[in-house]
């Protein structure tokens, strides 16, 4: 099973403020859906209720959601306290997707666990309270799949890389 992160995130490494996105970028959603489709998300427990109720749990996808609390539970999405668990119970797949927010993606690097990494790279800094974690490029064969240009449905130019630890 190949475990992914895909994340957005700014040149200052900020991906998102009280709890919300700080972009609108609908070619970088269209990429998220497509690549997340069919497989397993998993998410921190604010990440999930960020989430806009119409589009919770995410569609077509398995959901997990990461919790501390033992008692908390997510309508349509499994609940786990912790992520080698929420992975055990994914050894089946083929892939999955480690969807944010700061804090599983830290958990998710910190512990080795990442084989590849899809990062949208958005050109701007942001006022923000969440923020991607740095990571050693060092230690990652680095691709850029695609470059999408400020128009007028994307309020800021951004580049989409795939990771894969080498």
């Known amino acids: 099973m190949r475990v992914s992160i895909i994340a957005a995130i700014a040149e200052n490494n900020a991906i998102g403020k009280d709890n919300d996105l700080l972009w609108h970028l609908p070619e970088d959603m269209k990429f998220f859906t497509r690549m997340t489709k069919g497989h397993t998300v998993i998410m921190g427990r604010k990440n999930y209720e960020s989430i806009p109720h119409k589009f919770r749990p995410l569609p077509n996808r398995k959901n997990i959601v990461l919790t501390r609390n033992i008692s908390y539970t997510a309508e349509g999405a499994q609940t786990f306290n912790n992520i080698e668990d929420a992975l055990k119970s994914c050894h089946s797949e083929k892939e999955v997707f480690v969807i944010g927010g700061s804090e599983i993606y830290n958990l998710a690097l910190e512990r080795n666990l990442i084989d590849t990494m899809f990062l ?10 969440a923020f991607f974690p740095e990571f050693d490029e060092e230690n990652w064969d680095k691709q850029k799949l695609s470059t999408h240009p400020k128009d007028e449905k994307h309020a800021y130019a951004f ?3 795939e990771y894969n630890r080498k």
């Open 159 to 161: 580049e989409i890389f």
């Open 120 to 129: 949208t790279k958005v050109h701007g800094k942001f006022d923000a309270d």
